[in-house]
């Protein structure tokens, strides 16, 4: 198994900043990309930034310019700074990853954090 153990979030007013911190553990196994997701109350899970082994990164078009995945491969630890925040913010947001053990590639989640954005 691989677990994901996020970090970080809370309560921001608008124009805030916050961090969220992601580390995975487990044996014998090699992610292949990690990312943040968010799931909003009434509104499906949706993707918000992801990047690769090789560093390519990809945003959800609302976070552009605002938020930034960053990842330290070695460590298999992932990070979202996320700046500028707006009350369309406020989700629970899960890190994930997808990880190769043996021969399976498989998803892997964090079991989510809550942002809130609001003055």
């Known amino acids: 198994q691989v677990q994901l153990v996020e970090s970080g979030g809370g309560l921001v007013q608008p124009g805030g900043s916050l961090r969220l911190a992601c580390a995975a553990s487990g044996t014998m196994f090699s992610i292949n990309h990690m990312g943040w997701y968010r799931q909003a109350p009434g509104k499906e899970r949706e993707l918000v930034a992801r990047i690769t082994s090789d560093g390519s990164t990809n945003y959800l078009d609302s976070v552009k310019g605002r938020f930034t995945i960053s990842r330290d491969t070695p460590k298999n630890t992932v990070s979202l700074q996320m700046n500028s925040l707006k009350p369309e913010d406020t989700a629970v947001y899960y890190c994930?990853?997808?990880?190769?053990?043996?021969?399976?590639?498989?998803?892997?989640w964090g079991q989510g954090t809550q942002v809130t954005v609001s003055s």
């Open positions: 994930h990853a997808l990880a190769l053990r043996g021969s399976r590639l498989d998803n892997y």
